[in-house]
């Protein structure tokens, strides 16, 4: 595979710069803390890192609230530290993809705050989603993070926000909405970035005249048809700097996800499917095979996803017997979680995700088997918690700071000395510090490095054959590689009985114990090679 195709196998890790690694001390993630962790990131066996929005913001959504993209916010650091950063991670072989938020702005942003000072009627209102005064919201509409996505202005018109009022909409039928997000593309290609992430990518577009919601019509402002335009003229941009486009799209239907996936539109899209299904093997490989079947026609690579910033992390749903959380709107609060059973799992899930053809995300922390955090209610900081009535969480526990080093909990931020962090990181986490799993064979970091290693001498490996179709229980498959003519088998055990490993091949990594008989265990998964 040419180098320039990168991104349809690569290993690719999210940074959620907030809570990655405190450079200056203050209690938040920096640029600075990104850059003195380069040398982990290159050690732990990724191919990428993908930067949740590090741009000026009021972080009334934790940053998805943009108030300027040409500029880093100075919690953060500066445009100076990015293009450094940028720079420095090519140089340890890492390719960096920024975060671009075109569904909204911060209600910080020029745009709209001059669209409030210019009133109704103006030209920069056009550039929004206003509607006249009237006692009731213009429509029916529902927020992504629940409740009315409608809001007042002082002098009585309504605007939109599918998400936060913080967060107003932009009117991707307006020239100037499409030609700025254009020059912002170009802005992070030309330092260097390798790609970008797409936010809410399938939000942006609405109906003509923002009608209601009709179960008997197209949806409003979901998949609408107009996007694909719109990323196919991204599409031209990103070929002329060699870049990687990649959607983060919620969409249940496979063959209208896989649209965005066409040749001259996205290079990828997060399948979201394959995470919100339970540890079941039915389930996985359902999954599995709807979606190599349907990207196949489009030529896409498929991408796999166990976690991200919005979502439960793994070892904590794997560790629950009643599946919730598992979506974005699902979080709950004192659910019991099995936090071993949770880790087994997630062991088993890492080598089982590893091992599909494809690129892989990998949500920092995921490689410590950090569970979700319990964030006490007058620390959060989502926005969800508090439009949810203070019923659902948010998103903070899966947000928390990762533990480094030194006594790892506490409100410091991963132990050192530094001031209160962001978010309290739970004081029993000193037993996943990095510091404390590098030197150990047996944990969660040590299997990631050394399969994100081997998975570099089978990542782009052929086509995958499903094995064992006919043991309910098993899911194995394998894939040969054409430059050696090795093939690579992934096996998992969802038990309750040990299973045999393959006879005749040699068995190079495991995710847990085998039994003394030599078979694999419930949760487990390895790898084989013939
Ligand atoms: C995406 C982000 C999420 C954010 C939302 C609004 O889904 O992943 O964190 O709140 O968009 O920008």
Redesign the pocket.
Known sequence: MPSTEWWRSAAIYQVYVRSFADGNGDGTGDLAGVRSRLPYLADLGVDALWFTPWYLSPLA??G?DVADYRTVDPAFGSLREAELLIAEARGLGLRCIVDI?PN?VSDQHEWFKAALAAGPGSPERELFHFRPHSPEPPNDWVSEFGGVPWSRTDDGEWYLHL?APE?PDLNWSHPKVRREHEDVLRFWFERGAAGVRI??AALLAKADGLPPMDPDRPHPFHDRPELHDIYRSWRRIADEYGAALIG?IWLPDAERFARYLRPDELHTAFNFDFLSRPWDPAQLWESIDLTLSTHAPVGAPATWVLAN??VTRTVTRYGRAEDTGFAFERKRFGVPTDLELGTRRARAAALLTLALPGSLYLYQGEELGLPEADVPRDRIQDPMHARSGGVDPGRDGCRVPLPWDGGGGGDGGGGGASARSWLPVPPDWSRYTAERQVHDPGSMLSLYRTALRLRRSFGDAGPLRRLRADEPRVLSFARTCERDGTTWICLTNFGPDDTALPVGAELVLASGPLAPDGRLPQDTSAWLRA
């Open positions: 959504d934790g998805y938020v909204h998400f967060q936010d809410s983060e910033h919005d």
